[in-house]
């Protein structure tokens, strides 16, 4: 098949563009012999101090983890794999988890991935629209029964994770806060919820009985279904002690009902 | 009331900036900074837009890209000039995103007819699509490019011209690209057409790290040179008072400090606007 050559401000855009994360211009193109005046640096070095100047804005306890040198080692390697998508740097990063998860260097320090997750979900909260959290009065006036069929919508700018692998939440909160950690951690998995219930984004720890009772009104599950898995995830779990945990950190929106008839809702 | 000189807005003068009542100041945003859903963000733009005027100055519209500008974010640019109502909009002649990838930054390209049209088109689609004039800023030049068939000139009156649009004149620009490229600021500065400009910027700028005073960068993380002051105040001898930003992205010094440097445009402006009136 035959394409149509590309127009000549094309071409020098593809050769300009390549020559900006790459040390040598392809030969022969439009932009070799710009590529090799002094100047040219100067673009070189802007897009890579915006990109890591974003992602270091964006994943801030991950880079007080590892420090700024470090952090900007493994940036500049980042954004040669992952230029930003879109203009908004404050969303830029959003598959940096998973690059940590396997970047070889970082494998000494097995709860990074974990720490940018919580960084990103932090981001994300803090983007978020606008809602006014659910008021705890309106499900303290509801009867049991009613209760029983009651769905509640998780706030827009809720985010919650549970993490298996360890401490995440402590280690994270911690080094977001600037605060120094706990000489001894207590290597065991925990969850955290971040959300919105003013105007800034606040954080708590959250148990796997939390995790799991969102997780159910994330999928649209009543009251009752979300009931069952928080205890499906955790025996012991205090219910009356994670309503109101969850109610005073923002972690809903509005509560709609369950028909009697299964499958059917109204707002 | 008449905007003297504004300042760039930073998350960290946020309080400050708010309090601030400086008679002609604005303020100055990256749009993209606030393209958000919601959040505090928007809350802090609006509450400052509440008490100061606003201009949204784009990065990102890259409309000098042998494409159309990206209809999501012209879309989401539309929807915050509605929901700020800035005093001002405008763009750079440059490009930043090509096939899908962000280059933070303000690239340049050869000017010729074929790149004339190109931007033509793109600067007339922004425009539709915010329902109002932008102006476009000259960027600062850091290479020798043989392709260029027009001067910066030419090309940035004939845009105008077939657009409507009109112009950001940044002084600091001109000083970095003549001292790089070796022309006279002072003569692109005399010819620029006065009635075309809606905004004027100036801004620090710093020597290349490795090559000195033979390469400077529009770094915008230092006061104002006193060159570059030297060519504000001839220019706003010519051609009257015009909003001008201090414009500071990096090396933040407090509030007190740019509000100071920030009297210094404000008083350049007051004698053209006191003969005036």
């Known amino acids: 098949m035959n394409t149509p050559a590309p127009a000549a401000l094309a071409r020098f855009q593809d050769a300009f563009a390549h020559a900006l994360l790459e040390p040598l211009a392809e030969p022969a193109s439009t932009v070799t012999a710009l590529a090799s005046q002094p100047g040219f640096t100067v673009y070189r070095n802007t897009v890579m101090k915006g990109c890591i100047d974003a992602l270091q804005a964006n994943y801030p306890a991950v880079a007080r983890l590892v420090g700024e040198e470090w952090f900007r080692a493994a940036a500049t390697i980042y954004v040669r794999e992952a230029l930003p998508a879109e203009s908004t740097l404050l969303r830029y990063g959003a598959s940096f988890a998973d690059f940590l998860a396997r970047f070889v260097p970082a494998a000494e320090l097995p709860y990074l991935p974990g720490v940018a997750r919580l960084d990103r979900l932090w981001t994300e909260s803090h983007a978020a629209p606008d809602e006014e959290p659910l008021d705890p009065a309106a499900i303290a006036r509801l009867a049991p029964d009613t209760l029983a069929r009651a769905i509640l919508h998780p706030h827009a700018a809720a985010r919650w994770a549970w993490f298996e692998e360890g401490p995440i939440y402590t280690i994270w909160s ?79 929106s509005r509560m709609s009902f369950m028909h009697e008839t299964p499958g059917r809702e109204r707002s | 009331m008449v905007l003297t000189a ?238 001008t930003l201090i414009e500071r992205d990096d090396n933040l010094p407090d509030f007190a400090t740019l509000l100071c440097e920030r009297g210094r445009a404000d008083a350049v402006l007051r004698a053209p606007l006191a003969r005036a009136a």
């Open chain 1, 174 to 252: 911690c080094n977001r806060a600037a605060a120094v950690p706990a000489p001894e951690l207590d290597w065991r998995p925990e969850g955290a919820l971040l959300a919105r219930p003013r105007d800034a984004v606040e954080w708590i720890a959250l148990d796997a009985a939390g995790c799991a009772f969102l997780d159910a009104c994330a999928a649209g599950g009543t009251l009752d279904a979300a009931t069952r898995a928080a205890l499906d995830a955790q025996g012991d779990a205090d219910l009356a002690q994670l309503m109101s945990t969850l109610l005073t950190a923002g972690a809903f």
């Open chain 2, 6 to 243: 504004g300042l760039s807005l930073k998350p960290q003068h946020y309080n400050a900036a708010l309090a601030c009542p400086a008679a002609g100041l604005w303020f100055e945003v990256h749009p993209e900074n606030y393209m958000v859903d919601g959040g505090p963000r928007l809350a802090w733009l609006e509450a400052i837009r509440a008490r100061h005027a606003v201009s949204l100055h784009g990065v990102a519209l890259s409309l000098a890209a042998d494409a159309e500008p990206d209809p999501a974010h012209l879309a989401r640019l539309a929807a915050l000039v509605r929901r700020v109502e800035p005093a001002l909009v405008s763009e750079h002649l440059a490009w930043s995103t090509w096939r899908g990838a962000y280059h933070p930054d303000l690239l340049p390209f050869p000017r010729t007819n074929e790149s004339l049209a190109r931007i033509a088109d793109n600067v007339c689609r922004a425009q539709d699509a915010l329902g109002r004039r932008i102006a476009i800023e000259n960027p600062s030049h850091y290479l020798e490019i043989a392709e260029h068939a027009w001067d910066e000139l030419a090309f940035l009156k004939e845009l105008a011209r077939r657009t409507g649009c009109g112009l950001l004149l940044d002084v600091n620009n001109v000083y970095v690209g003549s001292r790089n490229l070796g022309y006279s600021a002072e003569n692109y500065l005399d010819s620029f057409p006065g009635d075309l400009v809606m905004e004027i910027h100036i801004a620090g700028h710093t020597p290349d790290p490795n090559l000195g005073e033979s390469l400077l960068v529009d770094s915008h993380d230092a006061p104002v040179a006193p060159a570059v002051w030297a060519l504000y105040e001839r220019l706003i001898e010519r051609i009257g008072a015009r909003p």
